[in-house]
């Protein structure tokens, strides 16, 4: 089992840490340098959690458990349009990769008006690839309830977020719901907003430690850090691409940011442990700019077969 951390430090001597990962046989899930900043999303065995830490306070640095590390959610807005901006969901995106997570906004062809809204099968498809979706609404009560229909057959767990207090009884199709997080003419950088996306981080947190203690029922074949290991070392292409974590891990799988006509035969092929990828997961192509997507199989997967 493995610890996902967040470590925060100087860029000077970060070289060490980065050994130590993988002397330790951890991965390095994402890393972005901030002017002199480092933040470093890791996923570390569970034994090995205190070398970290005392490498961490060498370097003067700061480590942090980042449960959202590992993961990819989906930031869905009924729409990313001019006349809805500055929009919450900008700031929620944005906070949450404070907390480690790799999160992608989607915006909805039809998202504006209450009465004009919608959501195509395509848009449905895109936003379950991810391990949770985040739905940023608006300020209206009445309009949040109505607009359940963008969100209430999605196969993967939703959060909504509004300006009003809702029962989340009151929502179906959706998980959780977190106020005070409504459509303003500003930025959410005053304390009430921050305390409302602080609690928008612990519902995503609880709702992946959910899905993870469901998944170890039925675990995945392999690691999805480690198939984005073999990803790595196997495709020498990745390093050429220019896009922030080409490979991303989720929960159950990796999303590889190269075309799937071009380069799903190698993905095919690259070995784990004896065996080629297409034999213990599925690999098929991206809503998402034609990437390609990879679902690990479950233990489960080997009696059914």
């Known amino acids: 089992m493995y610890e996902t951390l967040t470590f925060t430090g100087g860029v000077h001597r970060s070289e060490e840490i980065k050994e130590l990962i993988e002397d330790l046989g951890g991965f390095i899930l994402q890393d972005n340098i901030l002017q002199m900043e480092l933040v470093l999303s890791m996923a570390i065995p569970l034994n090995d959690v205190g070398k970290i830490e005392e490498k961490a306070k060498e370097l003067l640095a700061k480590i942090s458990v980042a449960p959202m590390a590992g993961s990819e959610i989906a930031v869905v807005s009924p729409t990313l349009a001019r006349h809805h901006l500055p929009h919450a969901a900008c700031d929620i995106s944005e906070f949450l990769r404070e907390y480690g997570a790799k999160d992608n906004m989607i915006g909805l062809a039809r ?3 209450k ?5 195509s099968e ?8 991810h391990d949770i979706a985040i739905f940023a609404l608006g300020s209206f009560e009445n309009c949040i309830k109505e607009k359940s229909f963008l969100y209430d057959d999605l196969d993967i767990p939703v959060i909504v977020t509004g300006a009003p207090d809702i029962p989340i009884e009151e929502l179906p199709g959706a998980d959780a ?4 997080l409504g459509r303003i003419p500003r930025r959410l950088r005053r304390g009430p907003d921050v305390r409302a996306l602080e609690k928008l981080v612990e519902t995503v947190e609880g709702i992946l430690n959910n899905k993870k203690q469901e998944m170890n029922l039925d675990p995945p ?3 999805s850090i480690v198939v984005k290991n073999a990803i790595e070392n196997q495709i020498p292409e990745i390093k050429d691409v220019i896009s922030p974590a080409p490979v991303t891990t989720q929960l159950d799988g990796v999303r590889v940011k190269i075309n ?10 690259i070995v784990i442990d004896g065996k080629k990828l297409s034999e213990i997961a599925d690999i098929k192509k991206s809503k998402m700019y034609d990437y390609i997507l990879v679902k690990i199989n479950t233990h489960s997967s080997l009696i059914e077969d």
Do not use: A, C, F, W
Request: proline residues 3%; glycine residues 16%.
């Open 111 to 113: 998202g504006d008006g």
């Open 260 to 269: 799937y006509d071009k380069y799903h035969e190698l993905i095919e092929n």
């Open 177 to 180: 719901y977190v106020g005070d």
């Open 221 to 223: 074949l392999v690691p």
């Open 115 to 119: 009465g004009t809204s919608g959501i």
């Open 122 to 129: 395509e848009e449905k498809q895109l936003i379950e690839e």
